[in-house]
């Protein structure tokens, strides 16, 4: 599989570059360029089939002009140690629960799997890295249990200060870890702007051989496509019509990968998610990006520290116009309709739903109308650990369950025990990047 920019498609790379240096010097985002048709590996899968099988074998069918199957299959291996959760809520809506991972979020997954390739990619080629990215803290500890048994890779973090957490003193760099926390004095926007003046230098990337963790790179976004296909082989013997997905937008990311997983030929019908105001209904009522009445050439480049996916959606768009308005279904929701829908999945289903979860529920039901077949059903994904929520659902339920172990420690503040960087302070981000020794060579 190849890869092109957003901004150019003759600008092209292959996996292991869109990973490595994921943000195309065009000011793009890198998406996939030819899409294999893997139905065979789809419908292959089924109940018994593990989550890092179906991601070996998928991984290896998209990616064999580069890997070979082996080592595709260890990409997966290392990555995923366990299972989403498929339940059964009725007898046409099913749940899919991403936040079984170490930090009780969905983004366990993607940065399991981008971590894994990379070490497997720079153990080919000899090779170092780092991952430089901007965070309020949540990703912090997603990247301390990916990192800990890499030996190639390095994750700078900048966040402001007091955010972090889930990080523990043996995953600091000075420690023996692979962790290089930075705290800024300043808000999340000042660690950000910290990031994108980096990445604006060419030479630094270059020098430093940087990448980022976040969705900007394909190799983090990829691996959610797999999601909708080990739901698919949970699915399949129990559904004989209409398959939708329903779930919060957030960045557009589980949407896109959705939207990827129909092009390799993944069975479903359609994805609901609650309005957004870049992604709602036209007066016609189909799906409207509304970001697209601005013309590519006339925007700034695309975030390494804080991106959207909106524009690999645009691209979708515009090369399947006519057939994907009818694959992308948003609702508007009001946080009346979240309540409602919190309260409705514990009092018929027992289950505890964080916001994101009760607006996607929410949304689903509002959109009943594309949903025609009777023996179709709806797969309800959700993203976080409901304790993560605790506010919302003790304001719906009275109630809240209890944080697991790993979900709390995922909480855990950190003490860094070094001085804040001030905002705008690039010549200490970059003395930093140089004491880690990983300049390219």
Same mark, same amino acid.
């Given at each position: 599989?190849?890869?092109?920019?957003?901004? %150019?498609?003759?600008?092209?790379?292959? =996996?292991?570059?869109?990973?490595?240096?994921?943000?195309?010097?065009?000011?793009?985002?890198?998406?996939?360029?030819?899409?294999?048709?893997?139905?065979?590996?789809?419908?292959?899968?089924?109940?018994?089939?593990?989550?890092?099988?179906?991601? !070996?074998?998928?991984?290896?069918?998209?990616?064999?002009?580069?890997?070979?199957?082996?080592?595709?299959?260890?990409?997966?291996?290392?990555?995923?140690?366990? $299972?989403?959760?498929?339940?059964?809520?009725?007898?046409?809506?099913?749940?899919?629960?991403?936040? %079984?991972?170490?930090?009780?979020?969905?983004?366990?997954?993607? &940065?399991?799997?981008?971590?894994?390739?990379?070490?497997?990619?720079?153990?080919?080629?000899?090779?170092?890295?780092?991952?430089? $990215?901007?965070?309020?803290?949540?990703?912090?500890?997603?990247?301390?249990?990916?990192?800990?048994?890499?030996?190639?890779?390095? +994750?700078?973090? &900048? +966040?402001?200060?007091?955010?972090?957490?889930?990080?523990?003193? +043996? $995953?600091?760099?000075? *420690?023996? !870890?692979?962790?290089?926390?930075?705290?800024?004095?300043?808000?999340?926007?000042?660690?950000?702007?910290? @990031?994108?003046?980096?990445?604006?230098?060419?030479?630094?990337?270059?020098?430093?051989?940087?990448?980022?963790?976040?969705?900007? %790179?394909?190799?983090?976004?990829?691996?959610?496509?797999?999601?909708?296909?080990?739901?698919?082989?949970?699915?399949?013997?129990?559904?004989?019509?209409?398959?939708?997905?329903? =779930?919060?937008?957030?960045?557009?990311? *589980?949407?896109?990968?959705?939207?990827?997983?129909?092009?390799?030929?993944?069975?479903?019908?359609?994805?609901?998610?609650?309005?957004?105001?870049?992604?709602?209904?036209?007066?016609?009522?189909?799906?409207?990006?509304? $970001?697209?009445?601005?013309?590519?050439?006339?925007?700034?480049?695309?975030?390494?520290?804080?991106?959207?996916?909106?524009?690999?959606?645009?691209? #979708?768009? %515009?090369?399947?116009?006519?057939?994907?308005?009818?694959? @992308?279904?948003?609702?508007?929701?009001?946080?009346?309709?979240?309540?409602?829908?919190?309260?409705?999945?514990?009092?018929?289903?027992?289950?505890?739903?964080?916001?994101?979860?009760?607006?996607?529920?929410?949304?689903?039901?509002?959109?009943?109308?594309?949903?025609?077949?009777?023996?179709?059903?709806?797969?309800?994904?959700?993203?976080?650990?409901?304790?993560?929520?605790?506010? =919302?659902?003790?304001?719906?339920?009275?109630?809240?369950? *209890?944080?697991?172990?790993?979900?709390?420690?995922?909480?855990?503040? #950190?003490?860094?025990?070094?001085?804040?960087?001030?905002?705008?302070?690039?010549?200490?981000? &970059?003395?930093?990047?140089?004491?880690?020794?990983?300049?390219?060579?």
């Amino acid at each position: 599989m190849k890869f092109y920019s957003t901004r %150019n498609a003759e600008n092209k790379a292959g =996996f292991k570059k869109a990973v490595l240096d994921c943000m195309p010097s065009d000011g793009g985002l890198y998406v996939p360029y030819d899409m294999a048709d893997l139905r065979r590996w789809i419908l292959y899968a089924d109940e018994n089939t593990s989550f890092s099988s179906l991601a !070996g074998s998928l991984t290896s069918a998209m990616v064999n002009d580069e890997f070979s199957p082996i080592i595709c299959e260890t990409i997966a291996t290392r990555a995923f140690k366990k $299972d989403p959760v498929f339940k059964q809520l009725d007898e046409n809506l099913f749940m899919l629960e991403l936040y %079984n991972g170490d930090t009780g979020t969905f983004k366990d997954y993607g &940065v399991s799997y981008l971590t894994a390739a990379l070490e497997t990619i720079l153990q080919l080629d000899g090779e170092k890295a780092i991952l430089l $990215d901007a965070t309020t803290g949540e990703l912090g500890a997603c990247m301390a249990k990916a990192m800990r048994d890499k030996k190639l890779l390095k +994750s700078v973090l &900048v +966040s402001p200060k007091g955010s972090l957490r889930g990080i523990v003193e +043996s $995953d600091f760099v000075w *420690n023996g !870890g692979n962790i290089y926390p930075i705290e800024v004095d300043g808000t999340i926007e000042d660690c950000r702007n910290l @990031v994108r003046k980096i990445f604006s230098n060419r030479e630094l990337v270059e020098k430093f051989h940087l990448t980022v963790a976040n969705t900007a %790179n394909i190799g983090r976004l990829l691996p959610q496509a797999f999601f909708y296909t080990y739901a698919f082989s949970r699915l399949k013997k129990k559904v004989n019509g209409d398959i939708y997905y329903a =779930f919060s937008a957030g960045n557009y990311g *589980n949407l896109i990968s959705g939207l990827y997983g129909w092009r390799f030929a993944l069975p479903v019908n359609g994805f609901i998610v609650p309005s957004t105001p870049m992604l709602t209904q036209d007066a016609s009522g189909n799906c409207m990006v509304t $970001d697209s009445i601005v013309p590519l050439k006339e925007r700034i480049a695309a975030d390494p520290a804080s991106p959207s996916n909106i524009e690999r959606l645009e691209q #979708v768009f %515009n090369a399947n116009s006519l057939m994907i308005r009818s694959f @992308v279904f948003p609702a508007t929701v009001s946080e009346q309709d979240m309540d409602e829908a919190c309260k409705e999945l514990f009092i018929k289903y027992k289950v505890y739903a964080d916001g994101e979860t009760s607006a996607a529920y929410a949304a689903a039901k509002k959109r009943a109308d594309v949903i025609e077949d009777g023996d179709g059903a709806v797969v309800l994904v959700a993203r976080q650990d409901p304790s993560i929520d605790e506010k =919302f659902i003790m304001h719906n339920l009275g109630e809240c369950p *209890n944080k697991n172990v790993l979900v709390a420690q995922a909480f855990n503040p #950190v003490n860094v025990g070094k001085s804040c960087l001030v905002p705008g302070d690039v010549e200490s981000l &970059v003395s930093i990047l140089d004491s880690l020794n990983l300049t390219k060579k």
